[in-house]
């Protein structure tokens, strides 16, 4: 048992090794979509597609606080949590800086319906106060971040909790939902500018190529982040922990 | 009830600060930005003539304010944070305490 982690362990630094020499180190960027970055009709287009999973969002997120007043608390400390995130632009190794999403821990926590909401409201704080995504791109933001990310999480924790290894489930779920969420941000910005040559999928491998790449390091320290917050909550508060899990199983 | 591992904590704080720090160490002759000025280069690559439609209605005027204003959004979420897990701990501890009376 202890020789085969150790083998894991082994295996991980040397992936990570050929991750780092392949990489040639660019010129990128990688994060939201920016202000009118996106043509009118994608942008329609997302907010179509993201206005339902919000409006669900919202009743459960209503259902919860009603049924459960006393997870107030937990609910304001998952959003904080993505809030934090998102304002750390971390380097990463292709030269250039993207920040994690958070939205992990409370999908698994709340379900990814109400996560869809919290982010939702992070994205909204950027694009009005710091120029950071956009008003006519957040429905595609929220898309990426909001709704992809929490739900990646969410079945990538419900997928690997039966084998019981609960940190590794934590782990995977929030670096998963951060990767996700950004391959879907350079599938967007595909779909909107496919290449003149080779159309949808070359665009998307280049912009995956600057996306994805740089946020995997982000990503790796996004699921480490998240378990230690778990640590600390199954430490100080598992009895709610374990009520959220029950109510879940329920509904 | 669980004991925090105080050990695996500061493991995973080591970790990604050492995953923070590297790219910085390796990477030469990079500013790091993040900025959306690169991002305007890479969608003219692909698509040349296109032109944003739509301004953000309201913009940090340099770097020094939108720094200002990102470290107020991390300190406002770290402050709930604190707070939060806080106010498990001390209840847990409580709690603990009014059980070993009880018993």
């Known amino acids: 048992m202890k020789k085969k982690r150790m083998l894991s362990g082994i295996g991980v630094i040397l992936l990570f090794a050929l991750y780092f020499v392949w990489n040639e180190p660019q010129t990128a960027y990688a994060m939201h979509i920016m202000e009118g970055f996106l043509p009118v009709k994608w942008a329609v287009f997302w907010w179509i597609v993201f206005l339902p999973f919000f409006l669900l969002g919202l009743r459960s997120l209503t259902k919860l606080t009603k049924e459960k007043p006393e997870t107030k608390l937990l609910l304001g400390l998952a959003g904080a949590f993505t809030f934090v995130l998102s304002a750390l632009k971390i380097p990463s ?52 971040m909001a709704i992809v990310g929490p739900f990646v999480a969410y079945g990538v924790y419900r997928a690997i909790i039966p084998t019981g290894r609960q940190r590794l489930a934590i782990f995977l779920a929030a ?77 | 009830m669980n004991k925090p591992k105080g050990w695996l ?24 930005g993040g900025a959306d000025g690169a991002a305007e280069e890479a969608i003219t690559e ?3 003539g296109y032109e944003p439609w739509f301004q953000p209605l309201m913009e940090p005027p340099g770097g020094e304010t939108e720094s200002l204003l990102f470290a107020l959004q991390a300190a406002l979420g770290a402050g709930v944070i604190g707070y939060a897990i806080g106010y498990y701990k001390a209840r847990s501890t409580k709690r603990e305490r009014s059980d070993e009376h009880s018993a």
Do not use: C
């Not at chain 2, 493991?11 to 500013?31: Q, Y």
């Open chain 2, 9 to 32: 904590n500061v493991l995973i704080v080591l970790a990604v600060v050492a995953l923070v720090v590297f790219p910085l160490i390796i990477v030469k002759d990079s500013e790091f």
């Open chain 1, 175 to 251: 670096a998963l939902a951060d990767m996700a969420t950004y391959v879907v941000t350079s599938l967007q910005l595909a779909l909107a500018f496919p290449a003149a040559s080779g159309g949808i999928a070359a665009s998307f491998i280049k912009f995956a190529g600057i996306f994805a790449v740089t946020q995997v390091p982000l990503a790796i320290s996004e699921g480490l982040l998240t378990v230690l917050v778990w640590n600390w909550l199954v430490a100080y508060n598992g009895q709610e922990m374990a009520q959220l899990q029950s109510i879940k199983r329920g509904a």
């Open chain 1, 93 to 144: 190794v292709t030269g250039s800086s993207s920040h994690p999403t958070g939205t992990g821990l409370g999908a698994v926590l709340f379900g990814p319906l109400v996560m869809t909401v919290l982010g939702t409201l992070v994205l909204l704080f950027q694009a009005l106060l710091l120029a950071h995504g956009g008003l006519t791109t957040l429905g595609a933001n929220a898309f990426s």
């Open chain 2, 46 to 48: 692909v698509a040349p």
